[in-house]
């Protein structure tokens, strides 16, 4: 059995909430976007391990693999996604005790694309409201150019980005606020696209959010990477303010699952290895997004941005 280690990427960590399966509603009437990854069940609300589960070959929520659908693979040696073992059977035990305006829309289940002469990756949207923050994470081979766009012309700034520790792969996240929203041509989809010059295969998972101020919302942002030499890896902590929108994303070689914390979060969208994670409105407060590998070999990188409520 592998043996799972703690990462963190600080400036704020969590467990997997699971309330209802993909396309399905939950109590309030909002579609579902989020379940468990491959080796993990949905428990009282909480992705915990199944008994004697296996790892996965790939996630529920993993989005197509370039024209063929699937989502096996890799991205630059020794990125599979196998997942081997899961620790995440703890319960959050502190919530936002703030009134927060911030507020999950929803997200694209992530695509990854394994062709190395790619020039680029799309992902998905229902349509749009204008006036919220889109999140966007991005993964290409080091050295890549990358330029985020859509269907209505929104600019795209990085919040951060960083080389993986075995310098074989870019991670960023990039954000638009205060969109100018809607649909894509002739009522279609919303899409977002990262282009990546030269090319390079990659995966693209995109988020909206509602609540969030239109002009220069980034507050805090931090990264980290390493090796599976350690057992324990944190970067400085970031404050984060009362109603702010906290978002993370971890991933490692064999993928990663949530690290069970008193902060309360959410996960996104598991693509790839690749994990997302938000907490809305949290109490001020150092905040980290913490990820446990799933196994024991290859790198691990884990970044973090927080932006501002209204």
Request: with cysteine; aromatic share 6%; net charge negative.
């Amino acid at each position: 059995m592998a043996t799972s280690r703690i990462v963190r990427a600080v400036l704020l960590a969590p467990l997997v909430a699971c309330a209802c399966s993909v396309g399905a509603l939950d109590a309030v009437g909002m579609q579902c976007t989020t379940s468990c990854p491959d080796s993990l069940v949905c428990i009282a609300n909480v992705c915990e391990v199944a008994d004697g589960a296996a790892g996965p070959e790939a996630s529920a929520n993993d989005g197509p693999r370039g024209d063929a659908g699937t989502t096996d693979g890799t991205i630059g040696d020794g990125m599979s996604d196998a997942a081997t073992d899961a620790d995440a059977d703890a319960t959050p035990v502190m919530t936002p005790d703030v009134q927060t305006t911030v507020a999950y829309v929803q997200s694209c289940n992530g695509v990854y694309v394994d062709a190395p002469d790619a020039s680029g990756f799309e992902c998905s949207l229902s349509a749009v409201a204008s006036g919220d923050l889109l999140v966007v994470v991005v993964q290409s081979l080091p050295g890549s150019t990358v330029t985020v766009t859509d269907t209505q012309g929104n600019a795209y700034p990085e919040a951060i980005s960083t080389t993986s520790a075995n310098t074989l792969n870019d991670f960023g996240i990039y954000y638009a606020p205060g969109v100018n929203g809607g649909t894509g041509e002739d009522g279609g989809p919303f899409v977002v696209t990262a282009t990546v010059s030269p090319p390079s295969p990659g995966v693209i998972i995109v988020h909206e959010y509602a609540g969030v101020i239109g002009s220069e919302p980034l507050d805090g942002r931090n990264a980290n990477t390493g090796f599976d030499n350690a057992e324990l890896v944190t970067s400085n902590g970031v404050s984060v303010s009362a109603n702010e929108l906290v978002f993370g994303v971890g991933r490692s070689d064999d993928g990663v699952v949530e690290t069970p914390s008193s902060k309360a979060w959410n996960g996104r969208v598991y693509t790839n290895g690749a994990y997302t994670e938000d907490s809305l409105g949290p109490s001020p407060a150092p905040y980290a997004a913490t990820f446990t590998p799933l196994g024991d070999s290859g790198t691990w990188t884990a970044l973090i941005a927080s932006f501002r409520g209204n």
